[in-house]
């Protein structure tokens, strides 16, 4: 069957929406054909073809839109549907409160006023996020709320302005309130003091098929291993002068990866003490350290969570299933994850958190019922529920590229679907809640990854970093510090560290600089500061 594709025609040549256009086609499996010949049939359209004709004209104080899509049968009968957007110009030379310009107004009803017409004709929904492309759709919902919305109205505009499917709008509606009590208040100085650790360890016990993430086996030359060891340990004690420097205070840390737990038990404990040193105080509610691959995990390193203060370990199976283990790349059984479960909590550390992916090669809903019914057992107070992300640079994608891997061998959206609602359901039977919600780009069924919790153990770092509302500091290769003000008006300036090892250690002392400076002018004398 030959593939679908589109043709393309506009008026209004001031705003260019072709890209919007090809945007939502492709949610509906349908390319780009090229322009669409000026006076030629619809006649002429193949049965597998369409014709997109916009028309966009700012109208007085509004910004019109009208897109029609043709079709064509096999027995040559045309026939066309249309729709209207209209939205208010934002003020001269500026933006609108959602942050988009009259050009970026033109594009969204563009996308929306398509999106809407492509699953009338389709009778399909493969975009149940509408419109949404953002890693974090939760940030509209307090934007909202910052503007005194109420939850009713808030889930109505995110249906009607994004094409919001409404059990997403209502999800992430409900996840936004949920936070309030957690995130900084406007103004208040006592909460813009307030920030987040994050420190990057790049190594894991082997590379998995589905990452994208920096991430390098740990080296066998040992001096390879100090140089890191040695840079990192510069950058936490720079960060600590920094914290000490502007009276902040330290509410989360989080060492994550990679996985931090490919130290040796030694190297960990010195550098969760030096973290310990160099961050933890009276008002640090969490410390987190991702432990995902149990086959880097034992008594001596569980010792070391403890004796730390650590009261937070992730530990991230993605799957319950043998057979899914070994396809993805990881060393480790199902006993294997159930034997460490068992021996963090008898560590008598507070909160275990484990992830799941949905979408894995290979399996099945039922395969998903298993997995979550194991965890269940097990009991954690968090289990994250990941969509798998065909990124770019992992293994998965190149071997699907190259025809290594059959894409069939990927649950098709239907079924990673109900992967995804069998796992909510065991999580609403723990008595969890969701308390944050972010996605990725080339997620299965364009979906989502959601957090859920315990009451009152939510990961406050998870929360932190997704609604950009609290300034964190990252350290270590690939980690980004985002500085957060909201004197009035939310802003966030960021810098970030090299991905690459070697760069990270070569070049640190640009990136201390670069952060110095950022920092400076949130919290001090900028003037002063700013020569590194």
């Not at 939502?24 to 054909?33: E, G, P, Q, S």
């Not at 974090?136 to 919001?164: F, M, W």
């Not at 307030?194 to 098929?209: A, D, F, T």
Request: net charge neutral.
């Amino acid at each position: 069957m030959k593939s679908k594709e589109f043709f393309y025609t506009a008026t209004g040549a001031e705003f260019d929406v072709l890209a919007a256009v090809r945007d939502i086609m492709a949610l509906f499996k349908v390319t780009y054909a090229g322009g669409w010949p000026e006076g030629a049939a619809l006649t002429k359209l193949g049965g597998s073809s369409f014709l997109v004709a916009v028309a966009v004209s700012p109208a007085g104080a509004e910004v019109a839109v009208k897109v029609t899509v043709s079709s064509c049968d096999s027995d040559g009968n045309s026939q066309s549907q249309s729709a209207c957007q209209t939205r208010p110009v934002p003020p001269a030379g500026g933006k609108n409160a959602g942050g988009e310009d009259v050009t970026g107004v033109a594009r969204h009803l563009v996308r929306l006023t398509l999106l809407l017409l492509m699953r009338k004709i389709t009778a399909k929904n493969p975009a149940p996020w509408g419109i949404l492309r953002g890693v974090r759709p939760t940030k509209i919902a307090h934007r909202l709320l910052d503007q005194g919305e109420s939850c009713h109205n808030i889930i109505s505009r995110l249906v009607e302005d994004y094409g919001i499917e409404p059990a997403k709008a209502e999800l992430i509606t409900g996840i936004a309130i949920h936070q309030r009590p957690m995130l900084a208040r406007p103004g208040h100085l006592a909460d813009g003091k307030k920030i987040s650790i994050y420190i990057g360890i790049p190594y894991c016990p082997s590379r998995c098929l589905y990452c994208s993430f920096p991430a390098y086996v740990l080296p066998e030359r040992r001096e390879q291993l100090d140089a890191f060891l040695r840079a990192i340990t510069k950058d936490i004690q720079s960060t600590a002068k920094l914290v000490a420097k502007y009276g902040l205070t330290v509410e989360s840390i989080y060492v994550g990866g990679g996985t931090p737990t490919s130290l040796t038990a030694t190297d960990l404990n010195n550098l969760l003490q030096l973290i310990k040193c160099a961050f933890w105080g009276a008002e640090t509610k969490e410390w987190t350290v991702e432990a995902g691959r149990p086959d880097s995990v034992n008594d001596e390193k569980i010792d070391v969570f403890r004796h730390n203060g650590v009261n937070r370990v992730s530990i991230n199976p993605q799957t319950m299933q043998n057979k899914t283990l070994k396809q993805i790349g990881r060393r480790h059984s199902v006993q294997d994850i159930i034997d460490i479960f068992g021996k963090i909590r008898r560590a008598a550390i507070p909160v275990i958190n484990m992830d799941v992916i949905a979408g894995l090669p290979g399996e099945t809903a039922a395969d998903m019922d298993d997995t979550m019914r194991q965890i269940v057992a097990l009991n954690p107070e968090n289990i994250t529920i990941h969509t798998l992300a065909l990124k770019r640079g992992s293994i998965l994608k190149e071997s699907l590229n190259s025809g290594i891997i059959n894409e069939q061998v990927l649950p098709n959206e239907e079924t990673t679907q109900s992967m995804l609602q069998l796992a909510t359901q065991y999580t609403a039977s723990m008595d969890m809640h969701p308390y944050y919600l972010y996605r990725q780009k080339y997620m299965t069924g364009n979906f989502e990854n959601v957090g859920y919790a315990k009451p009152g153990t939510d990961c406050i770092y998870n929360i932190q970093i997704m609604e950009e509302r609290q300034t964190i500091i990252g350290i270590g290769p690939a980690a980004g510090t985002k500085a957060v003000s909201h004197q009035g008006v939310w802003r966030l300036q960021s810098c970030y560290n090299a991905k690459d090892v070697f760069a990270y250690i070569a070049n640190l002392d640009n990136y201390l600089c670069e952060r110095n400076t950022l920092l400076s002018r949130l919290y001090g004398d900028h003037k002063e500061d700013s020569l590194c």
